[in-house]
């Protein structure tokens, strides 16, 4: 049979209870899910014998688990990006009003994201003043524009922010897509030589499907961000301005604007109880290297999951601190 948990792990905080949590995952397949798999298996190493989590797949476009953990179905969640899961506390940006005051923050993981627009040079368009004065008759692919999907929602805003609707595009010959949520499935498509689809927005530019449509054969040329629509939309979604580097893409040659998309944010209900929220954050902190070296191979710029994880940016959360998370980052000086 082996030894139990509690001969084999003789560091760090233990519950001797048995638990039986919730936790909220992604489709199945992204990164989510992969966090989430570490962290049970290493909080279920320091509790009662009987202890079982679940991690429950999601359908929708990402913005399930607030509500979900808001309304006491699921014990844990991730989402992204963290300046606007930020706003499910005070009913800003993509909540329309709607607020979420149960929620509290176990810890921020890095991922560093942006928003883009990349388009097929067959048109000629390397700006957005260039795409609104030659009102190309494009095929965009985005994801819907609704609070269900932050991406989506986000992405939709990004072209507000710069003049130009699904409307106006449809005025001008075009067409837009808008049924899919993940990030595959709107941009592994485009990246066919026979894909009618000539635009994208979206995020994950980490990935091979972005590296795929801007250096491929493709060639799509990603746009750069306007300043004047980045303050726009820092006042609109909270999200920042950012900046992608020459050289992301072997075709970049030139740093160029773009819409902050990044980090994860681990959130919980405030009344999740105290003993566990703080194994969970010391397994966030003390068991990092874990889930760490499963990026290792992935180049540090283009990890789907930063590394190395930093205690003290983990502790800076957009939502309020649960109280026993805040307790581990103080006692262990990530607090000041």
Known sequence: ???????????????????????QGDWGQANFHRIMS??????????GPRSRVAIFSM????????????????????????????????GEAIFNGQKFPQLRALAVLPQDDRMILGIDPKYGCRTFAEIREKKPPIKLVIGPDSPDS???WVSHRFLEAHGITPDLIRS????????????????I??????????AAVHEAIMTPWWTNIIDGPRKFIPVAAEPEALEKLHKMTLLEPATLPAGYWDSLKEEIPALSFRDFLLFCREDLPDDIAYLLTWCLVETKSMIESQYHHINPNKTPLGYPFDPVKMAKTS????PAAERYYREHGYLS
Request: one cysteine or more; hydrophobic letters at 35%.
């Open 1 to 23: 049979m082996g030894e139990p948990a509690s001969k084999i792990l003789d560091r760090g905080p233990a519950i001797t209870r048995s638990i039986n949590l919730n936790f």
């Open 38 to 47: 570490w962290l049970v298996q290493e909080l279920c190493d320091r509790c």
């Open 59 to 90: 359908r929708g476009g990402g913005s399930e688990g607030l509500s979900l953990v808001n309304d006491g179905e699921m014990h844990i969640a991730l989402g992204t990006p963290v300046a606007l899961m930020g706003a499910a506390q005070t």
């Open 150 to 152: 932050p991406t989506g």
């Open 172 to 187: 001008w010959g075009g067409e837009v897509v808008d049924t899919w949520c993940r990030p595959e499935q709107c941009l």
């Open 189 to 198: 498509p485009v990246k066919e030589a026979s894909s009618d689809i000539t």
């Open 319 to 322: 939502l309020p601190l649960h």
